[in-house]
């Protein structure tokens, strides 16, 4: 399970007392939107036109995504949103407080998924399917911020931290598979880690080409993905190779 106390750690570094939200102006908002990708210009059915705090972060994880987050200084965002440095700080204390909130939305989703998994009854291959499909619409629900999480480096003690997150919940997946394979469900010679770590490394190439409102829609996917990864891709009578059917298993 991920830490909260990690995350809340993590988020007291990085951030300060809590801000007003003001709101900047429609034209720099439509001076913003041509210079990084990422969230829409708000509408008229939402309010006073301008950027909130939230509109913020994602156009700011849109643009670590793109440029690189050590590249991304706030000076340069505050430029390609086309307001001052001091508009922006009204929003954020730092970019390591984007990085911290972008992030832990990630770990939270993921978190939530391996907990839900984890107290499914049944057996650890049915758990495991579970974790898989709720891995991939977490993923399909924020791909930016998934993306980001899956590109730090750890560079900064910051990072470092979130990396610890990251890798607790790798070390989880692998929990599950293994007690799959004490169970009979998955190959006993094939080394637990290196599965877990190929499953979730298919789950996670989805950010690179996954659009929302793309050809392929979110359940789309929550349910390919594990058809996939449980039953192969041989027609109907195939072996599976790695993976016993949760179905067989009941059999």
């Not at 829409?40 to 705090?53: I, K, N, Q, S, W």
């Not at 980001?148 to 990072?159: A, F, Q, S």
Request: aromatic share 4%.
């Amino acid at each position: 399970m991920a830490d909260p106390m990690a995350s809340n750690s993590v988020a007291a570094r990085a951030s300060g007392a809590p801000r007003k939200n003001p709101q900047m102006n429609a034209q720099s908002l439509s001076a913003a939107n041509s210079e990084l990708p990422g969230t829409p210009v708000p509408g008229p059915g939402r309010g006073r036109p301008g950027y909130t705090r939230d509109d913020v972060i994602a156009r700011a994880v849109a643009a670590f995504n793109h440029h690189g987050y050590e590249a991304t200084s706030m000076g340069l965002l505050a430029k390609s949103l086309g307001v001052s440095k001091s508009a922006l700080y009204h929003h954020v204390s730092s970019k390591e407080e984007i990085l911290v909130e972008a992030t832990d939305r990630a770990l939270r989703g993921l978190g939530a998924v391996i907990d839900t998994a984890t107290m499914t009854r049944g057996p650890a291959i049915e758990q495991l399917e579970v974790m898989v499909e709720g891995s991939v619409r977490v993923l399909c629900e924020n791909p930016e911020c998934v993306t980001l999480l899956l590109r730090l480096r750890g560079n900064t003690d910051v990072e470092l931290e979130l990396l610890h997150r990251r890798r607790e919940l790798t070390r989880q997946s692998e929990e599950v598979v293994r007690r799959a394979q004490e169970e009979g469900s998955v190959r006993t010679d094939l080394n637990a880690g290196a599965i877990s770590r190929l499953m979730f490394g298919m789950i996670n190439s989805i950010v690179e080409w996954y659009r929302p409102g793309g050809p392929h829609g979110s359940e789309e996917l929550a349910k390919t993905v594990p058809a996939i990864i449980f039953d192969g891709v041989r027609a109907e009578g195939g072996e599976h190779s790695i993976f016993n059917s949760s179905a067989a298993l009941k059999n």
